[in-house]
């Protein structure tokens, strides 16, 4: 039999790589589709205190949480069918009620966790009972007392919480979202307290979202700014999305149903 001529050889060699490149291609494409499946895999877990809870929006499920249907976790929940959903946030809890009590779905598998936290460590409901009932001097005062609380103490509460986070759940992101401030100044409100007072609470807020957003960066958390959304919608607003005074009292300065979809889900939706 005659040697096979050189374009026969060619022709054999172009053949093998051809099966090379075409196994590689399938191999490429099983691998593809392995991380397509994974990225399509959410694991969410929604922590915090009442203002994730939803405290303010109706529709509470069974507990004393008052855990919202209508709060932001659930709506994001309902737009992005996540693989799983675990909604821990309780209405009062501070950094170290997260830390003892919501941090149990947490795990290696976790892709996606949301919390606030922070404002009832520094006294929020407290100052703002305050500031209705004893006036304008007691108001600045025990403000004060909560600024300096933001600012001294709280980062280290923050660490804390923040690296139970992490510790727990290392490969997801951390959504941190912030707090709104309370009043439209200068707005439509006549009653109340003062707008000194008012301006003081402001401050306070401004503080919080500050503090809150730094320590969220240092762990390499992502920041929700939520100031911007409300903007317009705060109390003495013409179209609040916050509560002021109301029955049942525990809804008194917390978001809406309004707020929680307009204010909080669409922060929530850009950075999840």
């Not at 490149?21 to 915090?48: C, D, F, K, P, R």
């Not at 933001?150 to 919480?161: E, G, K, S």
Request: hydrophobic share 35%; glycine share 10%; charged share 15%.
């Amino acid at each position: 039999m005659s040697p096979p001529t050189g374009g026969s050889v060619r022709l054999s060699r172009f053949a093998s790589v051809s099966a090379t490149v075409a196994a590689l291609l399938a191999l490429t494409g099983l691998s593809g589709a392995t991380a397509t499946a994974q990225e399509a895999t959410v694991n969410y877990v929604a922590l915090g205190d009442s203002y994730s809870s939803g405290v303010g929006a109706g529709s509470y499920e069974a507990g004393d949480c008052k855990r919202s249907t209508r709060a932001y976790p659930h709506l994001w929940r309902n737009a992005n069918a996540p693989t799983s959903f675990s909604f821990t946030a309780c209405s009062g809890a501070r950094t170290q009620d997260v830390i003892n009590n919501q941090l149990g779905p947490l795990n290696s598998s976790t892709t996606l966790v949301s919390i606030s936290i922070g404002g009832n460590d520094a006294g929020f409901a407290d100052a703002m009972t305050t500031c209705v009932l004893e006036g304008e001097s007691a108001c600045v005062a025990r403000v004060g007392q909560a600024r300096s609380y933001i600012n001294n103490t709280l980062p280290a509460r923050l660490d804390a919480a923040y690296d139970a986070i992490r510790a727990k759940a290392p490969n997801a992101r951390v959504v941190v979202l912030g707090y709104p401030r309370m009043y439209q100044l200068n707005g439509s409100c006549w009653f109340g307290i003062s707008e000194r007072s008012r301006a003081a609470i402001n401050a306070a807020s401004d503080d919080l979202s500050e503090v809150t957003g730094k320590r969220a960066a240092d762990h390499g958390f992502t920041y929700g700014d939520v100031r911007g959304t409300f903007t317009g919608h705060e109390i003495c607003s013409s179209a609040p999305w916050l509560h002021s005074v109301t029955w049942p009292i525990g809804d008194s300065y917390h978001p809406t149903a309004a707020g929680q979809s307009g204010g909080y889900y669409p922060v929530m939706e850009n950075l999840a």
